[in-house]
């Protein structure tokens, strides 16, 4: 936001500040957010979200804690999109150890990635209606969800906490029949994706709140850091998928939806358009499954990391999910930092509400698409 | 000016033409375990004061506008079990009054284990698809960095996570307070010397 921008929002009448407390029990903050608002009126004028809440130190916890363990962890940072906390350790892991991958368990892992990245953007597609008063998309959004949920129980025994993507491979290969019932899923989700935009993203009343609201320039996202949907509805082409193919993303056709002008609609919108290139991908793994192994050979029981640093990235359903990991040649990492998109994306807040209403707060919020797991970690 | 066809052996060019001091880490020597971040140009910048200059310089000139990530490593040596009050991995099956099975993470005679806390700086340049790695060493006891909110907003949290948890304290940061630990928590957990004082939700 510019300076002149941030003038013209100041309110014209002078009148008292008063102090409100948004959360930390807020429906709307989906999980436990504070921010302290000062307001004028109407209007905002500072803005400090306080999170810390959820906060368990996984960082902590894995200095003493195998590999395998650290897997398991790493579930619990962005419970939705867990598949994708799974890779993205176990990739960090694996260029360490420098272990190979059978070729079906990379295109299982693609797979799964992209059904936890529709299961993750059907929640925030549900509950964002909710937010500014939309019922029926969530009711709609959370039958599909749960399609994906079953999908994955059936693979790996859990709803929300996978576990699946292991070092050097995945858990076990798919259960019979499961291909069949993954893609009449992926019929019947098609049809419901056209549904999604009569329901919800063209509703009049949705765009009037939506649409011109919240607005973030390039500029303004790249340097608060911002990534995945959120940056790419500012119009800046950046995915981990296209920036570093990681797996065997360089093997499927997909585009990367971008937005224009970065308001809350084209962030909403940027990730509707991903579910259908999801969808296309998910296509794409079906069709060309190969056969053979699914866990490679070569990690131990205990495994060991030889000394050294790695750096790992994927696109996440919230932006560039990344791991640093460093070891000293033990059983368990030296120092393990997650690199978590939703913190990372949380920060412009402080920035961005200034000079807005109350009432875009939840919209604003909502739009960015949190998890407070991963923020707190 | 476009930056598009930059590389990583361009980059590094830049660099020693600009800042000499600060060197590449390549292979690592006969025996050191290796301190590069694997597949990307690491430099280790030669002094904490350049931190500011080079984040800018590749701001400005080579078009690295985002800053990807930003953390710490404390090099004392391995972390020991008594900062911590609960067993990591409790067996069940242990038979009462066997001793736990719980391994010491011993030090490896290849690492470099130091007096210092390590800077982790990562910056990409999105035109180009490139990522570049800084390192710098700060003394453990009252080292001190400059903010780099100036060059990038976004690093605001990222230090008051690293001040949380290491205890750096990053001069000029206009809200250096705790951001994830609660303020009844004393100490910074990260540091490989922490131990945690008992309050009142161990029990």
């Given at each position: 936001m510019t300076e002149s921008a941030t003038e013209e929002k100041k309110p014209k009448l002078k009148s008292d500040q008063m102090f409100v407390n948004l959360g930390p029990q807020h429906p709307s903050t989906h999980g436990v957010l504070r921010i302290g608002l000062t307001i004028e009126g109407e209007i905002i004028v500072k803005a400090e979200p306080d999170i810390g809440y959820l906060h368990r130190g996984t960082e902590k916890l894995a200095e003493i804690r195998g590999y395998h363990h650290c897997v398991v962890i790493s579930d619990r940072w962005d419970y939705l999109n867990a598949m994708g906390n799974n890779m993205v350790f176990c990739m960090a892991t694996e260029k360490l150890m420098g272990v190979e991958i059978p070729e079906r368990a990379q295109h299982l892992r693609v797979l799964m990635l992209e059904l936890n990245r529709i299961a993750s953007h059907l929640l925030f597609f549900g509950t964002y209606g909710i937010d500014l008063g939309a019922f029926t998309a969530f009711l709609h959004a959370f039958r599909e969800r749960e399609m994906v949920l079953d999908l994955f129980e059936k693979v790996c025994?859990?709803?929300?906490?996978?576990?699946?993507?292991?070092?050097?491979?995945?858990?076990?290969d798919l259960p019979k029949d499961w291909l069949n019932e993954c893609q009449e899923f992926l019929t019947f989700f098609k049809e419901r994706l056209v549904d999604y935009d009569t329901l919800l993203s063209f509703n009049p009343i949705f765009l009037d709140r939506t649409k011109k609201v919240g607005i973030v320039s390039a500029k303004d996202a790249l340097d608060w850091g911002w990534s995945g949907p959120n940056l790419r509805a500012s119009g800046v082409d950046y995915d981990m998928r296209k920036f570093e193919p990681y797996s065997s993303y360089d093997k499927y056709e997909f585009e990367v939806p971008l937005g224009k002008d970065g308001s809350c609609w084209d962030r909403y919108y940027c990730r509707v358009r991903e579910m259908h290139q999801s969808v296309r991908i998910i296509e794409q793994v079906l069709g060309g499954l190969p056969e053979g192994p699914t866990l490679g050979r070569g990690v131990a029981k205990v495994p060991k990391a030889k000394p050294g640093e790695a750096y790992a990235a994927i696109e996440g359903a919230r932006g560039d999910l990344g791991i640093l990991l460093v070891s000293d040649g033990n059983s368990s990492p030296y120092r393990l930092h997650v690199r978590a998109p939703s913190f990372v994306n949380l920060q412009i807040l402080q920035e961005m509400l200034v000079g807005q209403k109350m009432s875009d707060v939840i919209a604003i919020l909502g739009s960015i698409d949190i998890v407070l797991g991963e923020v707190d970690r | 000016m476009t930056t598009k066809n930059l590389d990583k052996e361009a980059l590094q060019a830049k660099f020693a033409e600009k800042f000499p001091k600060a060197e590449a880490i390549g292979e690592p020597a006969e025996g050191a375990a290796p301190?590069?971040?694997?597949?990307y140009l690491t430099m280790k910048l030669a002094a904490s004061s350049d931190i500011i200059p080079v984040l800018r310089w590749l701001k400005d000139d080579l078009g690295f506008s985002y800053l990807d990530m930003a953390t710490a490593i404390d090099w004392k040596g391995p972390v020991e079990l008594d900062g911590y009050i609960r067993e990591p991995n409790p067996n069940v099956f242990l038979p009462d009054g066997a001793t736990p099975q719980v391994a010491q993470p011993l030090p490896h005679k290849t690492v470099n284990y130091r007096d210092a806390f390590e800077l982790v700086y990562l910056v990409s340049n999105l035109e180009a698809r490139l990522k570049v790695c800084l390192k710098f060493d700060i003394p453990r006891d009252g080292g001190s960095v400059e903010t780099a909110i100036p060059v990038h907003r976004g690093a605001d949290w990222r230090e008051r996570e690293i001040f949380d948890l290491f205890g750096i304290t990053f001069t000029g940061h206009p809200n250096l307070i705790k951001i994830l630990t609660p303020d009844f928590l004393i100490g910074h957990p990260l540091r490989k010397d922490y131990k945690h004082i008992k309050d009142r939700f161990d029990d």
């Open positions: 025994g859990a709803r929300m906490t996978y576990n699946y993507i292991r070092l050097a491979g995945v858990m076990k | 301190t590069n971040l694997k597949g």
